[in-house]
């Protein structure tokens, strides 16, 4: 008998010690990469702060901003051997409900023009 086991993906809140690899990641991914002082002041600030994670290894993270009315995706970013696998789409899909959740009328992601994937986030 042949038994697979799946791990379980957790979409969870992100702290101070998840920053070491969350700034690698941000690293790998982007050319001009938010600083480990972003990060942390974005968790000391109380944004929405979340990471992707699986079986204690994080392969994803985000972060929004809330006002009263309005939600503002700072930034998504999914590890390069876990992209293309709809994980950007469900971490996006997490910050809609929360920001729906909180009352928010509008919900902001800026994404620069040559980001196809993230673009295919929102057509």
């Known amino acids: 008998m042949n038994i697979t086991l799946q791990q379980t993906i957790e979409f969870r809140k992100m702290d101070p010690a998840d920053l070491d ?3 690698l990641i941000e ?3 982007f050319l001009f990469p938010w600083s480990p002082g972003n990060f942390s002041d974005s968790i000391k600030a109380g944004y929405v702060c979340q990471v ?3 079986a204690g290894t994080i392969f994803g993270y985000g972060i929004m901003m809330m006002s009263p009315e309005e939600a503002h995706i700072l930034t998504i970013g999914i590890a390069t051997n876990w992209q293309k696998k709809g994980w950007g789409k469900k971490l996006l899909q ?4 929360y920001a729906r959740g909180e009352n928010a009328k509008s919900i902001f992601l800026d ?3 040559s980001n196809h ?3 295919g986030f929102i057509s």
């Open 117 to 119: 994937g993230a673009r």
């Open 21 to 23: 690899r969350v700034i």
């Open 111 to 113: 994404v620069r023009e």
């Open 27 to 29: 690293r790998e991914i």
């Open 52 to 54: 992707l994670e699986q």
């Open 94 to 97: 997490q910050f809609i409900q």
